[in-house]
């Protein structure tokens, strides 16, 4: 029986965990090197100790089978080869490693094993710099790179929606560039330290790297087969893998053909595109099968809808959504002939019309498909963005006591001033309904930044407080009060996009940031403040350098709010006064 999807993505993750976890102790201990190489040594001690005996070698080297092994199962199982060019990276870099690897493995772990050659970083350096070492500084270089930059972008790729990690991009980045350019640093000073040591006739180098003549022979010997082995049986899997996907979608297609008709505009010439694939493809990799452009924003994980297809002939004989669909059709309220492209696997024959042009044919159009619901095209992505949401309180009181004219006017400074205060801080207005206002911040450029992203909706939150009370002061006779304002301000991941027939097309994001953002600022009124930040908010100015520091943060309100309509608590500050805004911004009096 096929293990379920879920089961083997965590036993990806984990075994990917897992070797990132070495490769940081391995790295770290090369950096040590910038020291002495002793230091290295002694930093191999402490770093690399728990990746030894039974426990370490069995995390590492199952860890390493495992994800090996499920990297050549996802090739098996991939449809087509058409991917992202990060995915592209991912998995050739991936498939790179073992035949680093297995040189130095052998060289390492067999050689203690068979041949009871010392482990040490003494021997390492050794191999790497001595003149006989040959181009075992170059593999291992390449190794610590190809290493690393797989790690990481498995590491992107698995966290780039969670906001703590997104709020931290900035310093996991930094950390990312660092710890391998100090590696190759840490490998080059040890690397002379080591040298000197040899000119110099060093007898603790001497007495750590000797090896009897024979010893040594039989270990060159005995060892390079292994290495041969190993790496032949690599690119022999590999390849295998490759041929077997050609043999069995010849076969798939040949023997267990599908064939999907596509109608309507997806449809060459406005006639009938027919696509022959395996039985198994889901509808949406047909499509990027055939180049057929069909919208995908979320890449085939059910989380958009922009898939969806109206199944025009062959409904009878489909197989009923799984959950992820069915949630997403409920959500979307999809009339029962409504699929999603990237879950509906047939497995006979069908004829469907995509209903959401992608939005490279269809620049400048209004979207919407014929279900009947608003969607987002053209260059929507997903993005980490802050929601920013106003409301002026007592509004209606305020209506009610003025002429309709006075009321408007009123209500129009108000706007002014949050749209002014947004578009400053570099925000887009993508909402006023009455007296409430939705602004985003971020989303629009190629890389979400996210701390100056939090640090510009302050900014607009901090300008729209200061404008409101502005505002107040220049009407103060016309008032029985000052104005009072509400704000929520979250940091989310969102579907950010334009939609509209008018050019320029106004920009609009959509997912549960928003509705958090709103769901806050609603809260203002029970907690008598004037805003309310989502802890992730903070968290993201924070990571920037130029927030708070805990002491001062401390002194803030701190609540978990239920937010209505979310179905989980969330962590929040509670902005009282506008001095504590500065202080969250990082701005200290003086
Ligand atoms: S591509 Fe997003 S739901 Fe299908």
Not at 190 to 207: S, V
Not at 336 to 349: E, M
Not at 392 to 406: G, H, Q
Not at 458 to 476: C, K, P, Y
């Amino acid at each position: 029986m096929r293990p379920p999807a879920p089961v083997l993505a965590r036993l990806r993750i984990i075994s990917g965990i897992i070797l990132f976890l070495y490769a940081s102790c391995h790295f770290l201990t090369h950096a040590s090197g910038i020291l002495t190489a002793p230091a290295m040594e002694a930093t191999s001690r402490v770093l690399l100790v728990p990746w030894k005996g039974w426990i370490g070698h069995t995390a590492l080297y199952g860890a390493f089978t495992v994800h090996a092994a499920l990297g050549l199962h996802a090739l098996w199982r991939r449809r087509h080869l058409r991917m992202s060019a990060v995915e592209a990276w991912q998995l050739g870099l991936g498939l790179l490693i073992p035949l680093i690897v297995i040189r130095h493995a052998v060289s390492v772990r067999l050689g203690e094993m068979l041949y009871g050659l010392d482990d040490s970083y003494w021997r390492l350096l050794a191999g790497y710099w001595l003149p006989e070492a040959g181009i075992n500084l170059f593999l291992q270089l390449l190794l610590l790179v190809v290493v690393w930059v797989h790690g990481c972008i498995g590491l992107y790729r698995w966290l780039r929606f969670k906001t703590w990690f997104m709020a931290r991009s900035h310093l996991l980045l930094v950390a990312a560039c660092l710890v391998p350019v100090l590696a190759v640093i840490g490998i080059a000073i040890a690397g002379a330290d080591i040298q000197a040591r040899a000119a110099a006739g060093d007898p603790e180098l001497a007495r750590m790297t000797a090896v009897a003549p024979e010893v040594a022979a039989a270990a060159r010997a005995g060892l390079g087969p292994w290495v041969e082995c190993l790496t032949g049986a690599w690119v022999l899997l590999v390849g295998g893998v490759l041929a077997g996907r050609l043999l069995r979608d010849g076969h798939a297609r040949h023997f267990r053909a599908v064939r999907i008709r596509y109608a309507g505009p997806a449809a060459a010439d406005g006639g009938e595109t027919v696509v022959t694939v395996p039985r198994g493809w889901s509808v949406l990799e047909a499509s990027l099968s055939a180049r057929i452009p069909h919208a995908s924003i979320c890449g085939g994980q059910g989380r958009c809808s922009t898939c969806r297809v109206r199944v025009l002939d062959g409904r009878d004989q489909l197989p009923p959504p799984r959950a992820v669909e069915a949630e997403m059709l409920r959500r979307i309220r999809a009339p029962g002939d409504v699929r999603l492209a990237c879950q509906l696997r047939p497995l006979t024959d069908l004829t469907v019309q995509p209903l959401i042009p992608p939005g490279a044919r269809f620049t400048g159009a209004m979207v919407e498909d014929h279900t009947g619901a608003a969607g987002l095209v053209g260059h929507a992505r997903e993005a980490m963005v802050v929601a920013l949401f106003t409301d002026l309180r007592a509004s209606t009181r305020l209506a009610a006591e003025r002429t309709a004219y006075d009321a408007l006017y009123l209500i129009e400074r108000y706007v002014d001033v949050v749209t002014e205060a947004v578009t400053a801080a570099g925000g887009r207005v993508t909402g006023i309904a009455g007296d409430g206002v939705m602004s985003v911040f971020g989303g629009t450029g190629p890389v979400d930044d996210v701390p100056a992203t939090c640090r510009a909706a302050l900014a607009a939150a901090a300008a729209i407080w200061d404008g409101v009370e502005a505002l107040s002061a220049e009407l103060r006779h016309e008032l029985d009060a000052p104005l009072r304002i509400g704000i929520g301000v979250h940091l989310g991941p969102s579907v950010v996009g334009t939609t509209g027939v008018t050019a320029p097309r106004p920009i609009q994001f959509l997912g549960d940031t928003g509705n958090v953002a709103a769901r806050l600022e609603e809260a203002t009124k029970a907690e008598r403040c004037t805003l309310i930040l989502s802890e992730a908010t903070v968290a993201g100015v924070v990571a920037g350098g130029r927030g708070p520091g805990p002491a001062e943060l401390g002194r803030i309100g701190h609540r978990v709010l239920d937010i209505r309509g979310r179905g989980g608590a969330i962590a929040v500050r509670i902005v009282a006064t506008r001095a504590e805004l500065d202080v969250i911004r990082g701005h200290r009096p003086g």
